[in-house]
Nanobody
């Protein structure tokens, strides 16, 4: 069982940066791939980034590639999403998730709002 708690969201101007954190409980954090998703009002959930359990492989959606960086610290049971050059269209609730094949565990989400 893994419980996930996101933090670091907030209001930022376009062009600014935020770093989201997702703290995981449970001893098996390092066994899981971790992902970040986002969902804006009226839009489908978007998978924006993923990192494998050892951190060797990452994935980014085209919409964030080159601006966002996912990383993890298995010793701290935490995964991060560094978001640079933010745009108003990045406004959404951001969720972290954990899983092996697919995602089994989800956090409650943190709001990111980018003003123009």
């Amino acid at each position: 069982q893994v419980q996930l708690v996101e933090s670091g969201g907030g209001l930022v101007q376009a062009g600014g940066s935020l770093r989201l954190s997702c703290a995981a409980s449970g001893r098996t954090f390092s066994n899981y791939d971790m992902g970040w998703f986002r969902q804006a009002p009226g839009k489908e959930r978007e998978h924006v980034a993923r990192i494998t359990w050892r951190g060797a492989t990452t994935y980014y959606s085209d919409s964030v590639k080159g601006r966002f960086t996912i990383s993890r610290d298995n010793a701290k049971h935490t995964v991060y999403l560094q978001m640079n050059s933010l745009k108003p269209e990045d406004t959404a609730v951001y969720y972290c998730a954990a899983g092996t094949v697919g995602y089994n565990y989800w956090g409650q989400g943190t709001q990111v709002t980018v003003s123009s």
